[in-house]
């Protein structure tokens, strides 16, 4: 579970990240609106993003409202010092999930964020297809025309993120990101170890792995 945090204030942020990353998720931390509107916009793995609306440069409620015009449907929990009912209806109204007003509990805040993201996993399918290949994220279990495909912890890790992706270019750094997140030690170098095992496996019929040279790679259906 990847989280976004975008809050001003630095303390409380300290103590989100802390507390996140206990629970086991990978949270990343932004301190205003135009570094949260960048991040959402260039990076669509997370799962989760908690929303200060109180923040300086761009305002919470326009990263929310220019986030739900791209279409995202990402659970947002909105974080404010006012607990206006007036500004919770805005919130509510441009596609905010849930709503916090400062102070809060810690506790109760990761009670909400297991909500959000369980609801959030459960309004799509667990499964990915990708021509021939499909790929159960619940089960972490890849086939090719039905058939089982044996791959390893690394390449399953690998593989779905290529799929998430499919058809866009994943850099070398993204996927020792996503890698590491789960606790791997993992270089540029060994990513392409990885691939070329990965590519032997699962590179039959009309799905290839794309490198573009010096940038990374990207998962590709050939017509035929």
């Not at 109204?93 to 909400?112: I, T, V």
């Not at 799509?124 to 972490?140: E, F, K």
């Not at 089982?148 to 994943?170: C, N, P």
Request: glycine residues 8%; aromatic residues 4%; hydrophobic residues 45%.
């Amino acid at each position: 579970m990847r989280i976004l945090i975008a809050e001003d204030d630095q303390v409380l942020a300290d103590g989100l990240l802390r507390t996140l990353r206990a629970s086991g998720a990978a949270a990343d931390h932004v301190d205003n609106g135009r570094e949260a509107d960048a991040a959402l916009l260039t990076n669509n793995e997370f799962d989760l993003l908690i929303l200060d609306l109180g923040l300086p440069r761009l305002h919470g409620l326009e990263v929310l409202r220019k986030l739900r015009a791209r279409g995202s449907s990402i659970p947002v929990l909105i974080l404010t010092a006012a607990d206006s009912v007036e500004e919770r209806v805005r919130g509510l109204d441009l596609g905010a999930d849930d709503y916090m007003a400062k102070p809060f509990s810690l506790q109760e805040l990761e009670a909400r964020v297991r909500a959000l993201t369980r609801r959030g996993m459960g309004a799509a399918s667990s499964t990915i297809r990708h021509g021939p290949l499909v790929y159960d994220q619940a089960g972490r279990v890849a086939t090719i025309d039905g058939k089982l495909v044996e791959l390893s912890a690394r390449e399953l890790g690998l593989l779905e993120v290529l799929l998430q992706r499919a058809g866009r270019l994943v850099s070398k750094d993204q996927l020792v990101e996503r890698l590491c997140e789960w606790g791997e030690e993992v270089s540029n170098n060994a990513i392409e170890v990885y691939i070329h095992r990965l590519r032997k496996k699962i590179e039959k019929g009309p799905i290839r792995i794309a490198t573009v040279r010096g940038l990374g790679y990207c998962l590709e259906k050939i017509p035929g």
